[in-house]
């Protein structure tokens, strides 16, 4: 399929999104928002596909954010035909439902953020969707919508606290300030920080030991961890058990066995065939 405002590549099972509005430094417009839900569910239907790299073309950006002036166009549209004004951001067009956080979140694949530039507003809640963020040393990731009296509308305000804690995030969001990748590090932002030149080198590496694991173990253990943020231990512990009884066929299972079994010795002791 063909989109306008990205790029959507399969290389040996390693998907390649890229972002691809450079001359906007890759900022998220209404269209690009259609794009990724419509890339990430032709991902979750085609099996080839077993990991997506996430970035932005141009080496400069990752994502800037909200395309404002496609945004608060699009709100004044909107408002003509409802009568009431919207506030020109992405929270204007964000659906409960799907959207491209939610589709990067949901998605049945681990999905990397190659943060190549800086990753602001939009950009920071992108890679926040994402499963792991590995972070160009020359990068800066931020939340400034407060300094022009707005807040992050595309969860920033729920995800960012889910995975550094309130405090950092309240720090974050408070000040609008960027953070340099070494900052984000040491919160737990970004899962790695890399020399510019080997951040889709370190991503590809990720990546291609995750294609050694099984599929429906990928599957089931993002949807573990997502569910489980949102309930009480003992509820999480329930789905645990519910869901891993249920990931897998006895056969998959055995195709699993035997992949580990003929790459390591004590694997092959465990599950070799007797």
């Given at each position: 399929?063909?989109y306008?405002?990205?790029?959507?590549?399969?290389?040996?099972?390693?998907?390649?999104?890229?972002?691809?509005?450079?001359?906007?430094?890759?900022?998220?417009?209404?269209?690009?928002?259609?794009?990724?839900?419509?890339?990430?569910?032709?991902?979750?239907?085609?099996?080839?596909?077993?990991?997506?790299?996430?970035?932005?073309?141009?080496?400069?950006h990752?994502?800037?954010?909200a395309?404002?002036?496609?945004?608060?166009?699009?709100?004044?549209?909107?408002?003509?035909?409802?009568?009431?004004?919207?506030?020109?951001?992405?929270?204007?067009?964000?659906?409960?439902?799907?959207?491209?956080?939610?589709?990067?979140?949901?998605?049945?694949?681990?999905?990397?953020?190659?943060?190549?530039?800086?990753?602001?507003?939009?950009?920071?809640?992108?890679?926040?969707?994402?499963?792991?963020?590995?972070?160009?040393?020359?990068?800066?990731?931020?939340?400034?919508?407060?300094?022009?009296g707005?807040l992050?509308?595309?969860?920033?305000?729920?995800?960012?606290?889910?995975?550094?804690?309130?405090?950092?995030?309240?720090?974050?969001?408070?000040?609008g300030?960027?953070?340099?990748?070494?900052?984000?590090?040491?919160?737990?932002?970004?899962?790695?920080?890399?020399?510019?030149?080997?951040?889709?080198?370190?991503?590809?590496?990720?990546?291609?030991?995750?294609?050694?694991?099984?599929?429906?173990?990928?599957?089931?253990a993002?949807?573990?961890?997502?569910?489980?943020?949102?309930?009480?231990?003992?509820?999480?512990?329930?789905?645990?058990?519910?869901?891993?009884?249920?990931?897998?066929?006895?056969?998959?299972?055995?195709?699993?066995?035997?992949?580990?079994?003929?790459?390591?010795?004590?694997?092959?002791?465990?599950?070799?065939?007797?």
């Amino acid at each position: 399929m063909n989109y306008e405002t990205i790029i959507l590549e399969r290389k040996d099972g390693i998907g390649y999104l890229t972002l691809n509005r450079p001359e906007r430094a890759n900022t998220i417009s209404l269209q690009l928002m259609i794009d990724v839900v419509n890339a990430m569910e032709e991902v979750d239907k085609d099996p080839d596909y077993r990991v997506v790299i996430l970035t932005g073309a141009g080496g400069k950006h990752f994502c800037g954010g909200a395309d404002l002036r496609d945004f608060a166009e699009r709100a004044r549209q909107r408002g003509a035909n409802s009568g009431q004004p919207g506030a020109g951001g992405v929270g204007d067009f964000v659906s409960p439902r799907r959207d491209l956080f939610t589709a990067l979140e949901e998605s049945r694949v681990p999905v990397i953020a190659a943060i190549n530039g800086a990753a602001m507003g939009g950009g920071c809640e992108i890679a926040l969707a994402c499963d792991i963020r590995v972070v160009a040393d020359t990068a800066t990731i931020g939340l400034p919508e407060i300094r022009f009296g707005a807040l992050p509308a595309g969860g920033g305000t729920q995800r960012l606290p889910r995975l550094v804690g309130a405090g950092i995030a309240k720090e974050m969001i408070f000040s609008g300030l960027p953070w340099t990748p070494e900052q984000a590090y040491r919160v737990g932002l970004v899962n790695r920080v890399v020399p510019a030149a080997d951040l889709m080198k370190a991503c590809e590496e990720i990546a291609r030991v995750y294609l050694e694991r099984a599929g429906y173990a990928l599957k089931t253990a993002k949807a573990l961890i997502n569910k489980g943020m949102e309930m009480t231990l003992k509820d999480g512990l329930a789905l645990e058990r519910k869901m891993i009884a249920e990931m897998a066929t006895p056969d998959e299972r055995r195709k699993a066995q035997d992949a580990a079994a003929a790459t390591q010795k004590t694997y092959a002791r465990i599950f070799g065939k007797t």
